[in-house]
Nanobody
Framework: QFQLVESGGGLVQPGGSLRLSCTGS????????IGWFRHAPGKEREGVSC????????KYAESVEGRFTISRDNFKNTVYLQMNGLKPEDTGVYFC?????????????????????WGQGTQVTVSS
């Protein structure tokens, strides 16, 4: 497990784009699957995407599939979430986290239960 830091959030108009970054430090980055999650006031934290340790497997929530793309650059210790066609309902604090080490790292789960070492989050606000 290692420390994660999210960045790239901000205020964007509907239909706009943002690219979030999740940068890790500590253990070898390619040991771990990584997930992106979001939390809006009054709503449960939800998994939006995840990526296996090598990047061969990716998953998306139905609400973002086709608009968001997750990728990783293990040399840079970074996982990205490219968000296009943003909608007001995408507003929230976006977190990344490490899938627990006891789970297979060549796959990923989207449920928050399976993750540890959460970052502090980056705010994404989609509004006109």
């Amino acid at each position: 497990q290692f420390q994660l830091v999210e960045s790239g959030g901000g205020l964007v108009q509907p239909g706009g784009s943002l690219r979030l970054s999740c940068t890790g430090s500590g253990a070898s980055f390619d040991y771990y699957a990584i997930g992106w999650f979001r939390h809006a006031p009054g709503k449960e934290r939800e998994g939006v995407s995840c990526i296996s340790n090598t990047g061969d497997i990716t998953k998306y929530a139905e609400s973002v599939e086709g608009r968001f793309t997750i990728s990783r650059d293990n040399f840079k210790n970074t996982v990205y979430l490219q968000m296009n066609g943003l909608k007001p309902e995408d507003t929230g604090v976006y977190f990344c986290a490490v899938q627990r080490a006891e789970l297979r790292r060549d796959f990923c789960q989207r449920q928050p239960y399976y993750y540890d070492n959460w970052g502090q989050g980056t705010q994404v606000t989609v509004s006109s």
